[in-house]
């Protein structure tokens, strides 16, 4: 599975975003899916995971009530709507493919894509 994002950019604090991450190949359907981040000098943490058939999902503390994960498996895209945003959520944000969805760690991650970043100004 090929993974790609985009959607980041600059919004001040308090503003909104979302993230998209396209996906190649006709298995997106059969995985766990899931966004990743990591801040400057921080290293990579995991931010929100959803199961391949969208029925569990999973969260960062830090997110809870703010961030929302969903995917189409008929568009083979997964998405990662951001509200509220802080300074605090300023990183580039990978989106991957985990074995598991609750708070999974990156060693567990099978793909990665390449990141978008996302900057929040305050």
């Known amino acids: 599975v090929q993974l790609q994002a985009f959607g980041g950019g600059l919004v001040q604090a308090g503003g909104s975003l979302r993230l998209s991450c396209a996906a190649s190949?006709?298995?997106?359907?059969?995985?766990?899916m899931g966004w990743f981040r990591q801040a400057p000098g921080k290293e990579r943490e995991f931010v929100a995971a959803i199961s391949w058939d969208g029925g569990s999902t999973g969260y960062t503390d830090s997110v809870k009530g703010r961030f929302t994960i969903s995917r189409d498996n008929a568009k083979n895209t997964l998405y990662l709507q951001m509200n509220t945003l802080k300074p605090g959520d300023t990183a580039v944000y990978y989106c991957?493919?985990?074995?598991?969805?609750?708070?999974?760690?990156?060693?567990?991650?099978?793909?990665w894509g390449q990141g978008t970043l996302v900057t929040v100004s305050s």
């Open positions: 991957a493919a985990p074995r598991t969805v609750k708070s999974p760690s990156s060693d567990s991650v099978r793909y």
């Open positions: 190949g006709r298995t997106f359907s059969l995985y766990n």
